[in-house]
DNA sequence: TTGAAAGCGGTACCAG
DNA sequence: CTGGTACCGCTTTCAA
């Protein structure tokens, strides 16, 4: 359709090359600003509508898509929101969580960028993730130490901010304490007069982050009681549940905290099995409030936990990244309340 | 420590710029060109050892990471493996299958990253992908069209490839046929002499392309024989599950496939409630071999889905960035076995 | 309205 | 062994 002048004889055969604005220019018979100014629809400068037409007949003929890279490397920055994908494996609150996050970004123009991080470790990951000049990181569970946030800072990052049970210094921080599951959950046993109680501690690696601070919430709502707190360490796995409901007996326990409900489930099953009687012999409450626990019999006591939305955290971002000079905010965003139903 | 000669007054304060290796090299007192041999350890050109340490120093002295986009602009090329997050919350299987393949891809060298495409459909997503020039692109679930594989291989992604139900022109495909899952489920329910035979279908959006070709390959095993199949949409919410329960007994059903674990507790539960006995009435077979499964009584029959190692994909697409002239693979890769256990 | 050209941050060739 | 320099693809003044 547009004649190409002084074009070599190999440019005829579909070349493995990349097409570039270059190409569409010369296809187009413009030059590379023009091309520029009309698939960006610059505001500053107006360009005849037949040369529009020329050069995006000439972008779709080659299939022109811009090179990313130049462009913010051109620009100075980019709109990348990155956080590290995460290690182990998540349920469903945080799923639909990152999925909502993603959402709100994008109506906000950015673009969100899962990093996949394996064996990269505190400060070393930081520089992994720096090396994209990202406007904005955001890093769930286990944070980068200030240092890797310095890195990032350095590195052009607008905005740091962490989703975890601690602040880093630098960071704007989203807090999820999670001791207040703990803290609820052995409240209500307590409430429920219950005095010697269990709490399970998930023995998979990668789940500590989590069931520590559970541990220790519970561990200090029952301090200075006259109930007394018994670790459970336990695998997701039927035998090991088997194992410590054989042994439940011996360990008087009259109730359980079981980590969340998943694992509530497994040791439910196993003391059933074992003739426990729930909730007389022993109460149950598990947490994180999952479909399951309501199709247990008896229905299984929870804590339902409530996160931030993620619109609230894209505008979060979105603001920090707007003014990169503001005190970092910090946030308690973990709400958790009992649900109690029928194993407590 | 180290002197700079004609630096303005303006470069003492902590400037808010990001270091760059022009400042490395000006820091150290040497060439860009040098700062860039002994960063990048090039094993072409020798470097005497107190220049390395110089710009060593220098480097950590200001922080300095080095910006991706520039160097793969400068190289042409990256070891970006880029996949699009998923959409819809996904279980374990698809969770832990992630993770191996992050794992592996990182072993081989690759980053992997995933791209939070919301929004946007089909060849659109496909151009967004191109614009960050990936070395290779991996898409579960819904393919993109030939359109799309194009786009993506004219921006110099050197393989395509898409983990789903069916391949794609010019695009490397694992073909995960969950019409197996339905087939293999149908067939032993008919094999245990039930012929009403029940199917539920999510509600929910976005499973279609799961529970389509399960609905699909149970209708294929019933074919031709003297069984019954009757499609039961159902969500995935305790009232609708009671529901249909309630109805049960019209249905006149005496078996249901219920497409995966967490639909047949749902449903099984429901079934209890209402007083059907389970498996002497109805027989009920899950899916995906969820560790839930087990924890039920009775013990919930499944078919049990043997998805490929994350290390085969991660060859498959170092193999394919390679040699990116090859034949496109295509390889069967969905394994499906039932589990006889008590439900049915 | 359009074009020429500088430059973003690196890398790698070629001189010295 | 080290420095100068061209160039990757794109945006954006500045001139024409």
């Known amino acids: 359709m547009v004649q190409i002048p002084n074009t070599p004889a190999s440019a005829l055969p579909a070349q493995r090359s990349v097409p570039t604005s270059a190409d569409v220019a010369r296809l187009a018979g413009v030059s590379r600003a023009t091309v520029s100014y009309v698939l960006n629809n610059t505001s500053a400068v107006r360009i005849s509508e037949p040369t529009r037409r020329r050069v995006h007949a000439a972008a779709k003929e080659l299939g022109y898509v811009p090179h990313a890279a130049a462009r913010s490397l051109r620009a100075g920055h980019s709109r990348m929101v990155l956080m590290p994908s995460p290690t182990i494996p998540v349920g469903p609150l945080y799923s639909q969580f990152i999925n909502e996050l993603q959402w709100a970004l994008s109506r906000l123009d950015y673009t969100v960028v899962q990093h996949g991080t394996l064996g990269l470790?505190?400060?070393?990951?930081?520089?992994?993730?720096?090396?994209?000049?990202?406007?904005a990181v955001l890093v769930p569970g286990s944070s980068p130490g200030p240092q890797g946030v310095a890195v990032l800072k350095r590195s052009g990052a607008r905005a740091v901010v962490t989703l975890g049970p601690e602040a880093v210094e630098g960071a704007h921080a989203l807090l999820m304490d999670h001791a207040t599951v703990g803290q609820v959950a052995a409240?209500?046993?307590y409430a429920g007069g219950r005095r010697r109680i269990g709490v399970v501690v998930p023995e998979e690696?990668?789940?500590?982050?989590y069931s520590r601070p559970r541990l220790d919430g519970a561990r200090r709502a029952l301090h200075g009681t006259d109930a007394v707190l018994t670790e459970l360490p336990l695998a997701h796995e039927e035998e090991a549940a088997a194992r410590l409901a054989a042994r439940w007996h011996t360990l008087g326990l009259d109730a359980v905290f079981a980590y969340n409900d998943e694992y509530a489930m497994l040791l439910m099953r196993a003391l059933q099995d074992e003739g426990v009687r729930i909730p007389e012999d022993t109460a149950v409450i598990g947490a994180d409030d999952l479909m399951l626990g309501r199709l247990l019999r008896p229905r299984l006591s929870t804590v339902h936990i409530e996160l931030p939305s993620g619109r609230e955290l894209a505008e979060l971002v979105d603001r920090a990244v707007r003014?990169?000079?503001?005190?970092?905010e910090r946030h308690e965003v973990l709400?958790?309340?009992v649900v109690h139903r029928d194993s407590s």
Not at 121 to 135: C, I, K, N, Q, S
Request: net charge negative; aromatic share 4%.
């Open 323 to 328: 003014n990169p000079g503001a005190e970092p």
């Open 335 to 337: 709400g958790a309340a």
């Open 121 to 135: 470790h505190g400060d070393e990951a930081a520089r992994a993730w720096a090396e994209l000049r990202p406007v």
């Open 205 to 209: 690696p990668g789940l500590e982050i």
């Open 187 to 189: 409240a209500h046993l």
